[in-house]
């Protein structure tokens, strides 16, 4: 079945370490997206990607870095200058052109906690 | 700055019940506006997409509505379920050269047996 996946499903990061989200999708989407949700908010984009070998920042990219070298894969790195990484992480995928806009299509999230 | 409010943000009805859910955006230039459902720890669902030049689209159950020129768009959710209990989200996509959508923080439902 097509879709996207991301993992871990739960991840742990000590301080000052750097920790990296998997975003895998087969649905040959050429957009895809990472937001972040914390409870009780609606969610933040944090990079997104249009096209291989490119990318560009969101609303809150500050501590974070993406890498678009295929266009199955958008992994995130949560790096140790983001000093409140607890959230849960969404990653999402979308066809871009044609004559009328396409939904998003979302994985199942990564949670984040700090140990 | 372009904002999306989803109110009420809690919502609990008896099964059987048909409701409406409510989403309101700041600018009415948008490209689409997309419902979804997140049951808890999940990801998001899409439920419905409507088009800028659309009025309503339908699945099931459920009808969406957008009125642009007052900033509004209903989720309408016919003989509500216990399965339909779980976090409904709006976001609205106002084009670009982005695409990427904003969102409103979401209204839980929850349908009592």
């Known amino acids: 079945d097509g879709g996207i996946t991301q993992s871990p499903k739960y991840l742990f990061r000590k301080e000052g370490q750097n920790v990296t989200l998997s975003c895998e999708q087969n649905l040959n989407h050429d957009a895809m997206y990472w937001y972040r949700q914390d409870p009780g908010q609606g969610l933040r984009l944090i990079y997104y990607s249009q096209i291989v070998n490119d990318f560009q920042k969101g609303d809150i990219a500050e501590g974070y870095s993406v890498s678009r070298e295929k266009k199955e894969s958008f992994p995130l790195t949560v790096t140790s200058a983001q000093k409140n990484p607890t959230a849960f992480y969404l990653c999402?995928?979308?066809?871009?052109?044609?004559?009328?806009?396409?939904?998003?299509?979302f994985g199942d999230g990564t949670r984040l906690s700090i140990l | 700055k372009q904002e999306v409010t989803q109110i009420p943000a809690a919502l609990s009805v008896p099964e059987g019940e048909n409701l409406v859910l409510n989403c309101s955006f700041t600018d009415s230039a948008i490209y689409n506006l997309q419902w979804f459902r997140q049951d808890p720890g999940k990801g998001l669902t899409s439920l419905l997409l409507?088009?800028?030049?659309?009025r309503e689209q339908t699945s099931g159950r459920l009808n969406a509505s957008l009125d642009k020129s007052s900033g509004r768009s209903t989720l309408y959710i016919a003989a509500s379920q216990p399965g339909d209990s779980a976090t409904y989200l709006c976001a609205v996509n106002y084009g670009g050269s982005q695409g990427n959508l904003i969102f409103g923080k979401g209204t839980k439902l929850s349908v009592k047996p």
């Open positions: 409507i088009q800028s030049s659309q």
């Open positions: 999402a995928s979308s066809i871009i052109g044609g004559e009328l806009s396409q939904p998003q299509h």
